[in-house]
């Protein structure tokens, strides 16, 4: 892991002050693949349930219905034509629901991906003032680091001028 450069506050200031917009930008990521997930969950559950996909037996020490589609990794054979039609009954599902993108894509991977590259975009911003970049980052340090980042773009010194901008507004 490289060395952590340490910035002058003032220039940390300005660099949050700058990068508030990116800061945003995730955090609207953020609540569009939170939002989507729920969405395409609810409306993909029933259709899982009526494959009743079963664990591969003995591996896992699991046996019966498998109950999220996020396991059916787990199932006996992925490239069982069950397995096939069930992703086929989603794309179904996902045009039925308002989907344009590919076909054989689902919107809510496609928002965790946005969410995903926005974080990456903020980190990228933040790598001249600190040195850290993507490729050090992992699991809860880049959770903490990516909330620093967020905090500090989101904070107080911002709140005045967001102040003023609705002081101004309630006046006219």
């Known amino acids: 892991m490289p060395t952590m450069k340490v910035p002058d506050l003032a220039t940390f200031k300005a660099w949050a002050k700058d990068c508030a917009p990116a800061a945003r930008a995730v955090c609207m990521a953020r609540a569009f693949a939170e939002v989507e997930r729920e969405r395409v969950d609810a409306y993909i559950a029933p259709i899982f349930a009526a494959y009743r996909f079963e664990y591969r037996p003995g591996r896992s020490g699991l046996t019966g219905v498998i109950p999220d589609p996020k396991y059916l ?11 096939a039609a069930f992703y086929a009954d989603c794309a179904a599902a996902h045009r039925a629901h308002g989907w344009t993108g590919p076909a054989d894509h689902c919107p809510a991977l496609h928002a965790e991906t946005l969410r995903r590259e926005t974080e990456r975009l903020l980190i990228g911003l933040a790598e001249p003032l600190f040195g850290l970049s993507n490729d050090h980052l992992f699991g ?5 680091y990516l909330e620093l980042l967020i905090g500090a773009c989101l904070s107080a010194p911002h709140a005045d001028a967001r102040a003023a901008t609705r002081t101004e507004g309630q006046h006219a």
Do not use: I, Q, S
């Open 73 to 83: 990794y787990m199932v006996e054979d992925l490239d069982d034509p069950l397995v």
């Open 140 to 144: 809860d340090n880049r959770v903490k």
